[in-house]
């Protein structure tokens, strides 16, 4: 029998007598959790600790996008979602991972700044010569297996993006 | 802003294309570091920003505020919005100088306008600084080249907030990176004409363009007038926005709206004279007129003019399109503030006057 929320196999059976009228409930292990049942036991544990594994996994992630906050104006990620409006520039290092989908998404794929720059673009210029080649050596790391290589590059280009130019390679 | 010399504006004013490009506009938006963004700004902190910004505009060489081959000359005069009157807000918005928004928001906030009406720089909008240049007709490069005039000048004076990934930082994130918006209004009869509206708007989207109304976001077109703006401004240098956006996008569009009039006159050609000559009949008959109906007549009269079918002039058009909105109407017969019915009266009497001859007009 398929579950009553999707196609896979029920492990759950339940008769819920409400008053005159009683209803089946057939439940997979995944929304059976989802509901609160307590699973059968002949199902084996292998096969429920990556869904809970996973559940826990998306749970966690909206519980921490949903709390934090941007430590210079006190914005909550949740506020943000509500408004679509940032409260101060270092917002958008506090909610960076969740802003660089939003942005790229609105920018049709773009993720980095070509245009002038408050110094006149010499700075931006030599910045975004040095993306280009740390992108292509990371590229060829990869292709090599050079993965420690990579995690350097990796680490370099980070560098790269930060508002402080201290950390600025180069 | 200068109600005694209300026809400065943009808005009443022609230019290359203008059978099709109403305005071109570039607006820039911009940050000052060290202050939060409006949605967490006190207003002590909005009263600093405005103080900050009013010592740059001070500083502006004189020359900054004027576009090339303008005639009024730069400089910028600063309008406290809190204690401009309402009037004065409204014409504002009616030269689309500021949005409707802007003009009726609450707090601390203010325009620096160039004596020429061209470039102006909006002060605690949804950014700190919204710098913005508006010429008649489809001149792009020229209101590019006097905004980052501009911003290059303020610059001088304040630092703006400035992230090496994400460009310019705005309060909106999908405004980052170059910050600019550039937008055109297009008279678009003709395809409103051939139903070809959802077409257009579905190309429109195609080449990453928003389409809005006749007051910009959240409006609806009246008068088959539409803004079209660029939507993306991360990702490209400005110079290729712009070359996109005037040499791809606006040709594209103005050559749709060509296209549409040329096989409307063909195929419904008495339907088009009696469209445009009804709305003629209209504006010099009517003894009530309101604005949204008056701007729809100018509309069709406008289009009738642009191919060639009634002999008036364009300019008197695009004056009275600016004219018949109701803080412009009382700038001209004040009695058009008491009340609708006399202002109906007013603008119905106005368009009487532009149009008939004036042994017909009696009364």
């Known amino acids: 029998m398929k579950c009553d929320q999707c196609e896979k196999a029920a492990i759950v059976h339940e008769t819920v007598i409400k008053g005159p009228s009683a209803t089946e409930v057939h439940l997979c292990a995944e929304h059976a959790i989802a509901a609160g049942y307590p699973l059968p036991i002949d199902q084996p544990i292998a096969d429920i600790m990556p869904k809970l594994a996973e559940i826990a996994k998306v749970e966690g992630t909206k519980l921490k996008e949903r709390t934090q906050s941007c430590v210079a104006c006190g914005l909550t990620f949740t506020a943000f979602r509500k408004t679509g409006m940032l409260g101060c520039p270092a917002c958008y290092e506090a909610f960076m991972p969740m802003l660089e989908q939003i942005i790229s998404r609105a920018q049709g794929g773009a993720t980095h700044h070509l245009g002038q720059s408050p110094d006149g673009g010499v700075e931006a210029e030599r910045i975004q010569i040095l993306r280009a080649k740390l992108m292509r050596d990371l590229d060829a790391a990869i292709s090599a297996e050079q993965y420690e290589r990579a995690a350097k590059l990796r680490d370099e280009l980070k560098a790269l993006d930060s508002p402080d130019p201290a950390k600025t390679p180069g | ?363």
Not at chain 2, 26 to 52: C, D
Not at chain 2, 65 to 79: K, P, T, V
Not at chain 2, 93 to 110: D, I, W, Y
Not at chain 2, 337 to 344: A, K, Q, S, V, W
């Open chain 2, 1 to 363: 802003m200068n109600p005694a010399q209300p026809f400065s504006a943009a808005m009443s004013q022609i230019g290359p294309d203008c059978d099709v490009v109403v305005t071109s506009r570039v607006r820039l938006a911009r940050n000052i570091s060290g202050f939060p963004f409006l949605p967490r700004a006190s207003n002590p902190v909005r009263q600093e920003i405005l103080r900050v910004v009013r010592r740059a505009v001070d500083r502006c060489p004189r020359q900054v505020g004027a576009n090339e081959g303008s005639e009024g000359g730069g400089g910028l005069r600063w309008i406290d919005l809190p204690s401009a009157n309402s009037r004065d807000r409204i014409l504002l918005s009616e030269r689309h100088l500021v949005s409707r928004q802007f003009a009726n928001a609450e707090g601390p906030r203010a325009l620096a306008l160039s004596t020429d009406e061209q470039s102006s720089v909006m002060v605690n909008e949804e950014d700190h600084l919204r710098i913005q240049s508006l010429c008649a007709g489809s001149r792009l490069p020229d209101a590019f080249e006097s905004a980052f005039k501009l911003e290059h000048s303020l610059a001088e004076t304040m630092s703006f907030s400035f992230h090496p990934r994400w460009g310019y930082l705005t309060a909106c994130p999908t405004n980052v990176g170059s910050g600019i918006r550039m937008s055109a209004m297009l008279h678009l009869p003709g395809i409103v004409i051939m139903k070809q509206v959802d077409q257009v708007k579905r190309a429109a989207r195609d080449l990453h363009v928003a389409v809005r109304g006749y007051y910009g976001e959240g409006s609806e077109s009246i008068g088959d007038f539409f803004q079209f703006s660029n939507q993306n401004t991360l990702g490209s240098p400005e110079k290729q926005l712009l070359e996109e956006f005037h040499s791809v996008v606006l040709p594209r569009l103005i050559g749709y709206e060509r296209d549409a009039r040329v096989a409307a006159v063909a195929r419904h050609h008495t339907r088009i004279m009696d469209i445009v000559h009804h709305a003629l009949g209209n504006l010099i008959s009517r003894y009530h007129q309101k604005a949204d109906d008056a701007t729809k007549d100018l509309s069709r009269v406008r289009f009738g003019v642009v191919m060639g079918l009634l002999p008036i002039d364009l300019s008197l058009v695009q004056r009275l399109l600016l004219q018949v909105q109701p803080a412009h109407l009382s700038i001209i017969d004040p009695r058009a503030l008491e009340g609708d019915l006399m202002e109906r009266e007013v603008r119905a009497s106005l368009l009487r006057q532009a149009f008939a001859p004036p042994e017909t007009e009696k009364g």
